[in-house]
């Protein structure tokens, strides 16, 4: 699932790279900077040094290969709809996932394993927002971090209670269904009022 959701984030990177224009080196590091940039802050809090995409050439790989994919081949992807916020769902699901399993097998406990599930899944979003100027999604008030929570919630719920693997596909599931139906019904969170 972790390489899944790196693939998976990388693709939204390389997207979001295509959209705006960028070269194909651009492209690649965007494609890199968001598959593997919420990973990589899991795995420093939670002391798993070095991170798993220094140690691991498959994560390397895998937030590499979507670049020239997407650069050389954007028009059958760009036919999803709107691919780069399905793709973001995509890996928001899956890195919210596997971020708290990661944790809690780490010892973490169950509520820091929440927030580390949630800091996974928005991580590489974030800096994918922030490197092309957009304001990232996380902090506007489309329904994302809430999504990553739900979803990591329900995994943390499943390993206490004996079902890891059933909740985490579940709670996979959920946070993609939670963050796509967002996106189409435009949910929104209430964003503050000016005084």
Same mark, same amino acid.
Request: charged share 10%; aromatic share 8%.
């Given at each position: 699932?972790?390489?899944?959701?790196?693939?998976?984030?990388?693709?939204?990177?390389?997207?979001?790279?295509?959209?705006?224009?960028?070269?194909?080196?651009?492209?690649?590091?965007?494609?890199?900077?968001?598959?593997?940039? $919420? !990973?990589?802050? #899991? &795995?420093? +809090?939670? @002391?798993? =040094? /070095?991170?798993?995409?220094? %140690? *691991?050439?498959?994560?390397?790989?895998?937030?590499?290969?979507?670049?020239?994919?997407?650069?050389?081949?954007?028009?059958?992807?760009?036919?999803?709809?709107?691919?780069?916020?399905?793709?973001?769902?995509?890996?928001?699901?899956?890195?919210?996932?596997?971020?708290?399993?990661?944790?809690?097998?780490?010892?973490?406990?169950?509520?820091?394993?929440?927030?580390?599930?949630?800091?996974?899944?928005?991580? $590489? !979003?974030?800096? #994918? &927002?922030? +490197?092309? @100027?957009? =304001? /990232?999604?996380?902090?506007? %008030? *489309?329904?994302?971090?809430?999504?990553?929570?739900?979803?990591?919630?329900?995994?943390?719920?499943?390993?206490?209670?004996?079902?890891?693997?059933?909740?985490?596909?579940?709670?996979?599931?959920?946070?993609?269904?939670?963050?796509?139906?967002?996106?189409?019904?435009?949910?929104?969170?209430?964003?503050?009022?000016?005084?």
């Amino acid at each position: 699932m972790d390489l899944g959701g790196t693939f998976v984030f990388g693709l939204s990177g390389a997207v979001a790279g295509v959209k705006h224009k960028l070269d194909i080196f651009g492209v690649i590091v965007l494609s890199f900077v968001a598959a593997n940039t $919420g !990973g990589i802050i #899991r &795995d420093l +809090l939670i @002391g798993a =040094i /070095p991170p798993a995409t220094i %140690t *691991d050439w498959r994560y390397i790989v895998a937030g590499l290969l979507p670049g020239p994919i997407t650069f050389y081949g954007y028009r059958p992807i760009n036919r999803l709809s709107n691919p780069v916020l399905v793709f973001d769902a995509a890996g928001l699901g899956l890195f919210a996932v596997t971020g708290s399993l990661k944790a809690l097998e780490y010892s973490i406990n169950p509520l820091a394993a929440v927030f580390l599930g949630v800091l996974t899944g928005v991580g $590489g !979003g974030v800096t #994918r &927002d922030i +490197l092309v @100027g957009e =304001i /990232p999604a996380v902090l506007r %008030t *489309d329904i994302y971090a809430v999504a990553a929570l739900v979803g990591s919630t329900v995994v943390v719920v499943g390993y206490i209670l004996g079902f890891a693997e059933i909740a985490a596909v579940l709670g996979a599931i959920i946070c993609v269904v939670i963050r796509i139906l967002a996106i189409r019904r435009h949910w929104k969170l209430p964003t503050a009022r000016h005084a």
